[in-house]
């Protein structure tokens, strides 16, 4: 088995680069994490966190007290399952606080390969306060804006509802509309997206 991670975070850096909203991190065992510019600049508002190991301590003091325990405890049992995983959490940065959204996947450990994980961290700010985030007046959303709004109303739904294969479904259909947006974003075909 190969380690997903590597080559898979170096991709979805490249094509992250420049979404300002969506970051990507990989998380290679025990107690080493990784984020990429964006996902530093997410996480704690500034890129010096960025393309290095970072102990899981160094993540969560940007986490508000609030929603501490419920991310040590998502990290705490990356060890320990296979899967996507998804959280949502609140972090404080120069600029204030923020809503994140972490999508990924872990990976169990195998015959010679630790237990890793990788995916992408998205800022859910405008779904929090929606007034403050709104498309300037006449401006359409793109299509893909409208398959993510949709797609973060139908999780809400399912969240409610407790269905965890259905909340399985739309955290997977989350993921992918993030990494198209921010491919689309990274080659500079982005102009569609606000």
């Not at 990356?78 to 872990?106: C, F």
């Not at 399912?158 to 921010?182: K, N, P, Q, T």
Request: glycine share 12%; proline share 4%; net charge neutral.
């Amino acid at each position: 088995m190969q380690d997903h991670a590597a080559g898979t975070l170096g991709a979805l850096a490249l094509r992250a680069g420049s979404a300002g909203l969506v970051g990507t991190w990989m998380w290679r065992g025990g107690d080493r994490h990784v984020l990429d510019r964006d996902a530093a600049e997410l996480l704690a508002g500034a890129q010096d966190l960025a393309d290095i190991d970072l102990p899981a301590d160094a993540l969560v003091r940007h986490v508000l007290d609030a929603d501490r325990a419920a991310v040590r405890a998502a990290l705490g049992r990356n060890a320990h399952q296979s899967g996507p995983v998804s959280l949502e959490y609140r972090v404080r940065t120069p600029d204030g606080v923020r809503w994140l959204l972490s999508h990924g996947r872990i990976y169990g450990a195998q015959p010679g390969v630790p237990a890793h994980g990788h995916g992408v961290l998205i800022d859910i700010t405008a779904r929090h306060a929606p007034d403050r985030f709104e498309a300037p007046e006449g401006a359409a959303l793109s299509p893909l804006e409208r398959a993510a709004r949709h797609a973060l109303a139908a999780r809400e739904a399912v969240e409610e509802d407790g269905s965890a294969s259905l909340r399985l479904l739309v955290d997977m259909f989350l993921l992918e509309v993030g990494r198209v947006i921010a491919r689309r974003v990274g080659a500079g075909r982005g102009r569609g997206v606000n």
